[in-house]
């Protein structure tokens, strides 16, 4: 039988799942708050709380998961791939991409993924 959940890790679902259908936008705490009807600081520890990870590191989670799997499956350069999952400039996306995967998305690429010739064009 599932127990049932509290009203903080509700908030924390909602949360994420609004941040995953806008990861591309720019992060704001106070889009995601009104979107969701409660404070912003009070949705920030409430996520940081059940989650042990502040919004925008969940944020550039999300970025950086949608990033892996473009690297893995298309010939596309790194800077388009940050350009395309939400990142202003691709020196940001690779300082994040290597804080969240510690490897630049070149070193990842070249690890994970399968020949470049063998990936498909857009």
């Known amino acids: 039988m599932k127990e049932k959940q509290s009203s903080g890790e509700a908030l924390c679902e909602a949360a994420k799942t609004y941040i995953e259908a806008h990861s591309v936008e ?3 705490l106070n889009g995601i708050s009104k979107a969701l009807f409660v404070n912003g600081s009070y949705l920030l520890r409430t996520f940081k709380h059940h989650t042990g990870m502040t919004l925008l590191c969940y944020h550039h989670l999300i970025r950086c998961e949608k990033a892996k799997e473009m690297l893995l499956q298309t010939n596309l350069s790194v800077s388009r791939i940050g350009e395309s999952v939400g990142f202003i400039s691709s020196s940001h996306f690779t300082h994040i991409f290597r804080k969240t995967e510690n490897c630049t998305p070149t070193e990842y ?14």
């Open 109 to 122: 690429r070249r690890l994970h993924g399968p020949d470049r010739e063998e990936m498909a064009e857009p």
């Open 26 to 28: 720019k992060f704001s």
